[in-house]
């Protein structure tokens, strides 16, 4: 049953209930696929027992077919932004490494009604903070395409896991990116749902930042939309909750005279390695193929004040979540850098700088609006760089471009992130240097399903991650 760790999750839940394969003989290809290349990789952390993982993996064969929920018996490993009951969640900082939380965060409690079998975590920045995974509890994660490199972040644990075949699905999380450029850089699918599609714990405010999401990652869309189908159900808790949507129903359509508008580099503003745009210009003929029209577009927007907007937005954000652990000196001495960094900005905000920075949103998205009345997405590349050696912090330069922060290499995925749209991040195809890359399919807001659908047609014209990585 070698040939399991191979298989998306739709397909093995499929095998699993037609009776070809059982989740004990998944989970044991799983649990060897780990033990064999997660070293080098380093994407699962915190694995827990095999013997209790195979005493689970039985329990679910054993469960009566009309009592099993959609993702049963399929092992996942929970992103460590997340507590999980009875499994080290450390948020990838030292200032909870051994902290075993007594009960789930809504992700993992969503994952578990499913049927969903949790076996560890996977890798993430502390705290989330920049796309790099790596952290001073855990240490760094590798893209398997090239061990030196990085898998991005924040999400790179769970974009690494699914590219060595050590998990059939995975969730994922996105402020910044963090979804997308970890399947940029190892070759698989994120999906960055409409901000509000996926809801969290009702813990403090729940109206005003509206920024991060979880979402899906998987190698397939009809995976992705199964994920997203477990995890979309509205919270009424929750004030901007989005109404159940069958995501993985009619994912294969006819998509012939899709408009879709190519940003590129945004009229030059975002500084971008060379050979990214080239290889996601080449990804994006395929649409054209397809009976599609692509259209290059000059910047709709200044670059400069949705970074303005952007970086205000954040920090606030941020500030808000960890001020505690600034607050105290013995925690606070155990932060990184980037960490303190945001939270003395953000805290050092007023209140009209946080307004201006909303009228900035506003203005965009009424410029964004205008633009989905002539084309059904919008394009960009996932990353402005190719995955970096990964013993860098970050890129401190692009195309001899300086970046002043430790996130400005990130600037392209800012458009939509502030806005909540939905992005799905495809691969686009290896470069001559033979590392990843992806583009952005980015949709109006609430046009989860369509841009699903649209990403379900170039999968099937292109299906990238079927090139497996090297062997380790």
Not at 228 to 240: E, I, K, M, T
């Amino acid at each position: 049953m070698s040939g399991l760790i191979d298989l998306g999750a739709t397909e093995l839940l499929a095998a699993m209930a037609s009776g070809y394969t059982s989740a004990a003989e998944v989970m044991a290809a799983v649990l060897d696929r780990i033990a064999a290349v997660n070293g080098p990789v380093n994407a699962i952390i915190a694995l827990q027992d095999r013997d209790a993982l195979m005493a689970a993996a039985r329990a679910a064969d054993a469960e009566p077919m009309d009592q099993r929920g959609p993702l049963h018996g399929l092992p996942m490993a929970v992103k460590d932004l997340a507590g999980v009951k009875g499994i080290r969640s450390t948020w990838g900082s030292p200032i909870l490494a051994d902290n075993v939380p007594d009960k789930d965060d809504m992700l993992p409690r969503r994952l578990r009604a499913a049927g969903a079998i949790l076996i560890g975590k996977t890798n993430t920045p502390e705290f989330g903070l920049g796309s790099h995974s790596y952290n001073p509890v855990h240490g760094v994660t590798a893209t398997p395409y090239d061990l030196t490199r990085t898998a991005g972040g924040s999400s790179g644990g769970a974009a690494a896991a699914l590219a060595a075949r050590m998990l059939p699905l995975a969730d994922g999380s996105d402020m910044m990116g963090s979804l997308r450029n970890p399947a940029g850089f190892c070759n698989v699918y994120g999906f960055r749902p409409t901000w509000g599609r996926v809801p969290v714990d009702p813990v403090g405010d729940t109206f005003l930042h509206q920024l991060a999401t979880d979402g899906p990652m998987a190698r397939n869309i009809f995976d992705l939309a199964l994920l997203l189908q477990v995890l979309a159900v509205p919270d009424p808790r929750l004030p901007h909750g989005r109404p159940v949507e069958p995501f993985a129903q009619g994912l294969d359509t006819d998509i012939k005279g899709l408009r879709i508008g190519w940003l590129g580099d945004w009229g030059g503003a975002y500084p971008v390695e060379p050979g990214i745009l080239d290889l996601c210009q080449t990804a994006l003929a395929t649409f054209a193929d397809l009976g599609c029209t692509v259209d290059p577009l000059p910047a709709p927007y200044p670059a400069a004040k949705l970074w303005d907007a952007w970086t205000t937005l954040r920090s606030w954000a941020v500030a808000a979540k960890l001020a505690p652990l600034h607050a105290n000196p013995k925690t606070r001495a155990q932060l990184k850098p980037e960490a303190i960094w945001e939270i003395e900005r953000g805290l050092a905000l007023s209140a009209m700088e946080v307004h201006r920075a909303s009228v900035i949103r506003s203005d965009w998205n009424a410029v964004a609006a205008g633009l989905f009345d002539r084309f059904d997405v919008l394009a960009l590349p996932v990353a402005q760089v190719w995955p970096f050696p990964k013993g860098w912090d970050w890129p401190k330069d692009i195309a001899g471009t300086a970046m002043d922060t430790y996130h400005r290499w990130m600037e392209v995925v800012v458009p939509a992130s502030l806005l909540g749209l939905p992005a799905l991040a495809a691969p686009a195809g290896f470069g001559t240097n033979g590392l990843p890359m992806g583009f952005q399919l980015i949709g109006p807001r609430g046009a989860d399903r369509r841009v699903l659908q649209i990403g379900q047609a170039f999968h099937r014209a292109t299906d990238w991650p079927a090139r497996r990585p090297p062997p380790m």
